[in-house]
């Protein structure tokens, strides 16, 4: 097939289409006895799931209500009712000064994010390249392979604290940032997927601040974080700037099967993403919109995070931390990304002698599936870092029995990669 060059970039080799695939039939491979610590799927939660049931029977029920979730074309920036309710609740509880201007609906994150960066960069009318800097690596899987051209991403190592005997943090490198004049964004996601960090106030002010200076967006992906679904355990503020560009998403409250997402930004670059809704996809889905707006507009979407989404994770995250103090040798060098937000422990096994490759594909062979870190490190600046071959990634939304038994084999593994 003559696929032209962006056609070969999007639909050839890609760390995430290969990682979904490998999940995939492990998984299938596996049979019952797997234990699946590698998704990225939210946890089925019984109170949020009788919530999306009930609203759909209210929708089910009500004439009007259902013509306009399922026999509607909304604007592609989204359905206007929704858009002022979102925003009013954007004002109220994160205090930022926005209106339905400030949004665009996407069909989920992954595509605002694919819309977002080939916006922002590739060739500019001036013939110089744009690019994307994502000044925190490790960093999302997803963000890999989507630019229209090659060489779309630039990415920096992170600074590391070590903050326990089996504990660490990554902080930004403010010396290694140097914004040269082909970086049109800065990205980062908070919390961060894949190491749980949420990156303190001041680090995302220091941020803003030189988005400021040189004039680009700063984008923040919510996906785990504010005001929704709200999957943090350590204190953190969402910023509104003049620079800032969030990605808020309905997938992690439980509802990535709307494909829902929204992009609040500065006015012309929400309006910029509304046309290329429209050129793309013509119109979003709607049921993800009509089944959380009257949710979000009661105020009954926020209880939900802070009562039952965030401390169902929480309560998760605190068994794994147990089972790994209890079954991890104690005398080998494994440490924790200190765990923030998200749903992932973040291993590091400093000096092991087997690569996070091969450590996955002995976990594999025992039935304990995670995902291998070097996934995670994309752009220039990390290719020979030893680090990227040195982390797993570790989720602890899934069952109880399954995490603990897989941080259990876990442990075994580290033992025989450390001694
Ligand atoms: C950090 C992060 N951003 C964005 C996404 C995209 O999510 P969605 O397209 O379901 O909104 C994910 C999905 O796992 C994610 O982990």
Redesign the pocket.
């Known amino acids: 097939m003559n696929f032209s060059s962006p056609g070969r970039l999007l639909s050839g080799p890609s760390g995430i289409k290969e990682l979904m695939d490998d999940l995939g039939h492990a998984l299938a491979d596996s049979g019952p006895s797997c234990h699946m610590l590698g998704g990225?799927?939210p946890a089925h939660i019984p109170a949020v799931e009788a919530v999306w049931q009930q609203g759909l029977q209210a929708i089910a029920a009500d004439p009007a209500a259902l013509r306009r979730a399922l026999g509607i074309y909304d604007p592609p920036r989204g359905n206007p009712a929704f858009l002022e309710t979102l925003a009013q609740l954007l004002r109220t509880s994160c205090g930022w000064p926005v209106g339905p201007e400030n949004i665009a609906v996407t069909?989920?994150?992954?595509?605002?994010?694919f819309l977002l960066f080939n916006l922002l960069a590739g060739r500019r009318p001036d013939g110089t390249t744009g690019r994307i800097l994502f000044p925190l690596m490790p960093?999302?899987i997803?963000?890999a392979n989507q630019g229209l051209e090659p060489g779309l991403f630039a990415a920096r190592r992170p600074r590391i604290t070590r903050t326990g005997p089996h504990t660490f943090k990554y902080h930004v490198d403010f010396d290694a940032l140097n914004l040269t004049p082909d970086i049109a964004a800065l990205c980062l996601?908070r919390?961060?997927?894949p190491s749980g960090n949420v990156i303190p106030n001041a680090e995302l002010r220091r941020l803003a601040d030189l988005a400021a200076e040189h004039d680009i967006p700063l984008i923040i992906?919510d996906?785990?974080g504010y005001p929704f679904p709200g999957i943090v355990f350590h204190h953190a503020t969402p910023l509104w700037t003049d620079q800032t560009v969030h990605?808020l998403?309905?997938?992690?409250l439980g509802l990535?099967g709307t494909?829902?997402?929204f992009v609040v930004a500065p006015a012309p670059i929400a309006a910029a993403l509304s046309s290329m809704v429209a050129v793309t996809g013509l119109a979003n889905g709607n049921l993800g919109q009509a089944l959380t707006g009257p949710l979000l507009a009661d105020g009954q979407l926020l209880r939900l995070c802070r009562e039952e989404i965030r401390p169902f994770y929480e309560r998760k995250r605190d068994l794994a931390l147990a089972a790994a103090q209890e079954f991890f040798p104690a005398d080998a060098p494994w440490a924790f990304h200190a765990s923030e937000g998200?749903l992932f422990l973040w291993l590091w096994l400093e000096n092991a002698r087997k690569s996070s490759r091969q450590i996955y594909e002995d976990l594999k062979a025992r039935g304990v599936i995670v995902v291998p870190g070097e996934y995670f490190f994309f752009g220039d600046d990390t290719a020979d870092w030893p680090h990227r071959h040195e982390c797993l990634r570790i989720s602890f939304a899934m069952d109880e029995k399954d995490v603990r038994t897989g941080l259990k084999i876990i442990g075994q593994e580290i033992a025989r990669a450390s001694s």
């Open positions: 990225g799927n069909p989920g994150g992954q595509t605002a994010f960093e999302y997803g963000y996601s919390p961060t997927n992906d996906a785990y990605v998403s309905l997938s992690k990535p494909r829902t997402a998200a």
